[in-house]
């Protein structure tokens, strides 16, 4: 079983891509980012939140969704960046640097990040 966070971008989250339904299609379905998943018999998504907003704080988000799953005693493996981050930084101006986050997860949560999720 695959135990995985969603992070979206706050000004798209919701607003612009409504009630995260396409991330939750290509989980159903195994599209996108999740096909890597499709041997799993089940995707646990322990959290699906928000990056924290600009310009970039997501690190500190990120340590709060900790906290609260640990307190929860619901632990997971990956973190998926999604799609609209992808978007916010191709098209808008979004100041997250991949390569940095994806680094910075893994050496203070020890967290895989993917970067990614639907193709919608
Ligand atoms: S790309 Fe995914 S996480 Fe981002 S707003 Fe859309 S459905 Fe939600
Ligand atoms: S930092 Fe990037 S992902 Fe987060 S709200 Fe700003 S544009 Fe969106």
């Known amino acids: 079983m695959a ?5 979206g971008c706050k000004r ?7 009630s995260c339904a396409k991330c939750l299609k290509a989980i159903s379905k ?29 690190m500190p ?4 969704m900790n906290e609260i799953t640990n307190m ?3 632990d997971y493996d990956i973190i998926h960046l999604g799609t609209c981050i992808v978007k916010a930084k191709k098209t808008g101006k979004c100041p997250l640097d991949f390569d940095q ?6 050496e203070n949560f020890d967290k895989e ?8």
């Open 30 to 58: 195994r599209e996108g980012e999740f096909a890597r998943y499709k041997d799993d018999d089940k995707i646990d998504l322990v959290a699906l939140g928000d990056c924290g907003d600009c310009p970039g704080l997501i």
């Open 3 to 7: 135990k995985i966070a969603i992070v």
């Open 61 to 64: 988000k990120v340590t709060l």
């Open 72 to 74: 929860l005693e619901r």
């Open 101 to 106: 986050v994806t680094a910075l997860i893994k």
């Open 113 to 120: 990040v993917i970067v990614g999720t639907h193709n919608y």
């Open 12 to 18: 798209i989250q919701d607003q612009l891509c409504i």
